[in-house]
């Protein structure tokens, strides 16, 4: 019986390294097979926990120094009071343009005023009484015509 049982180990052994050497068969073919897509996804993993670590992490990252950052305050300042100062010019030069359009419709307003004197006391528009010629009263007799009838049908 004892030559049964070191021949038990020996199959035992035997179907052991068989098993073995079929699932490496078989993970060396499903690599080969399957590889790139292994590959892509330990991409998308590595750059997925990197991504959530940055933002785990509990110091934000500050890009600037305080240098850096004093120098961007006293620009963004100076840039404020610059901004304030063109402002105060734009209001400025509004209130003055605002007070040249009154000015300008009062002188028109005056104009047309005038315009309506003029033409209440008998004047035509841009013409003034030295320069109308002087006629003497014309009648009916005196241009030899007759007088129109007002009615507007022919032979009435």
């Known amino acids: ?23 490496i068969a078989t993970g060396t073919g499903f690599v080969s097979s ?30 600037l120094s305080q240098k850096e950052l004093a120098e961007f305050q006293n620009k963004e300042e ?13 209001e400025k030069d509004a209130v003055v343009r605002s007070d040249k359009i009154k000015q300008m419709e009062e002188e028109k307003k005056k104009a047309r005023l005038e315009e309506l004197e003029k033409l209440d006391t008998g004047n035509k ?14 009648g009916p007799s005196s241009k030899g015509s007759k007088p129109k009838s007002n009615s507007l049908r022919p032979g009435q």
């Open 125 to 138: 528009l841009g013409t003034s009484k030295t320069n109308l010629p002087v006629q003497p009263n014309s």
């Open 78 to 90: 100076a840039r404020q009071r610059y901004i304030a100062k063109l402002q105060g010019q734009y």
């Open 1 to 23: 019986m004892g030559d049964l049982f070191n021949v038990e180990e020996i199959l035992a052994e035997e179907e052991d390294a068989g098993f073995l050497e079929h699932l």
């Open 34 to 63: 399957y590889g790139w897509f292994f590959l892509a996804g330990g991409i998308a993993l590595y750059f997925v926990w990197k991504n959530y670590r940055i933002q785990t992490s509990g110091a934000p990252r500050n890009p």
